[in-house]
């Protein structure tokens, strides 16, 4: 009455760590596309402020030296 036991089944084939393994990669995979998507998202913004920031500055330059020269010119 010996019994045989299958050792097939108390450990898992080998397919099963390499499926785990491929998904685990693609889970990654797509987090870190997530992250390079928002990252470019967050620069195009930064980007976009700096621009407007430079503009701006850009005006007001010229504004002071418009009051400037307006206050030269008049004394």
């Given at each position: ?11 898992p ?13 693609a ?13 470019a ?35």
């Amino acid at each position: 009455m010996t019994s045989k036991t299958d050792s097939s089944s108390n450990q898992p084939s080998t397919s099963e760590p390499q499926d785990a393994r491929s998904e685990l990669a693609a889970q990654l995979d797509d987090l870190l596309n997530t992250l390079s998507n928002k990252f470019a998202g967050v620069s195009s913004e930064i980007f976009a402020k700096m621009d407007e920031m430079s503009r701006r500055l850009d005006n007001l330059e010229a504004q002071l030296k418009a009051n400037a020269e307006k206050n030269s010119a008049s004394k």
